[in-house]
């Protein structure tokens, strides 16, 4: 079993729908979860960070993380094309443990 | 500030031949990475330095070797290219493990 899995996708959802993207993993030792962003042709760059369980919102995205079943999600409410783009999620056991990232989810919003 | 810039952009390599890829960050971080991304694949860490002096190992680093005589430059080297060594190379640094930024990549490709 991959330490992180994650549904590579693609996703095709219409403007102004919810989307739910996740990760599941195995590692029980991971405490800090994280939601990478990636535009085509560029670098990932933080979206949303948590630490151990529980739900974090910012905006129109809200994260969160299932310790109990070893798993994360990622929604974005009112989604707008401007969200298309790849979903890293990433994971590690403390601040000084290297980050293990998931594939990464091909999300597109269509107008 | 420029963030973390990476040059070259794009690179193509004939089998056996060497380079090394440059990476710079002027936002004074300790932290610095090198990640490969192949298609589908997710980012795999190759090596990581927590600052000048000190460099590690990370999930995949056969084929290449680092340096950090600074704390803002971190170049990649690799020694006699393989097509397995195809892919697109990202640096990140960060001040603390989770928030790290990423540079827009160098896409390499050896034939």
């Known amino acids: 079993q991959k330490e992180v899995e994650q549904d590579p996708g693609p996703l095709s959802v219409p403007e102004g729908a919810i989307v739910s993207l996740n990760c599941t993993y195995s590692n029980s030792a991971f405490q800090y979860f994280m939601w990478y962003r990636q535009y085509s042709r560029k670098g990932p760059e933080l979206l949303m960070y948590?630490?151990?369980?529980g739900n974090k919102e910012d905006g129109r995205f809200t994260a969160q993380v299932d310790k109990s079943s070893k798993y994360i999600s990622l929604f974005i409410r009112d989604s707008q094309p401007s969200d298309s783009a790849t979903y890293l999620c990433?994971?590690?056991?403390?601040?000084?443990?290297?980050?293990?990232f998931g594939k990464g989810t091909r999300l597109s919003v269509i107008a | 500030n420029a963030g973390v810039t990476q040059t070259p952009k794009f690179r193509i390599l004939k089998i056996g031949q060497s380079m090394t890829l440059q990476c710079t960050q002027d936002m004074n971080h300790n932290y610095m990475y090198w990640y490969r991304q192949d298609p589908g694949m997710g980012l795999k860490l190759i090596y990581y330095?927590?600052?000048?002096?000190?460099?590690d190992k990370g999930e995949v680093p056969n084929g290449y070797n680092v340096s950090r005589s600074t704390t803002e430059d971190f170049p990649l080297r690799l020694e006699l290219a393989a097509p397995s060594q195809t892919s697109v190379y990202f640096c990140?640094?960060?001040?603390?493990?989770?928030?790290?930024?990423f540079g827009p990549g160098t896409r390499l490709t050896v034939l």
């Open positions: 948590t630490y151990s369980s």
């Open positions: 990433a994971m590690s056991e403390s601040g000084n443990t290297p980050l293990v």
């Open positions: 330095s927590v600052g000048a002096g000190i460099t």
């Open positions: 990140a640094s960060s001040y603390s493990r989770h928030e790290q930024f």
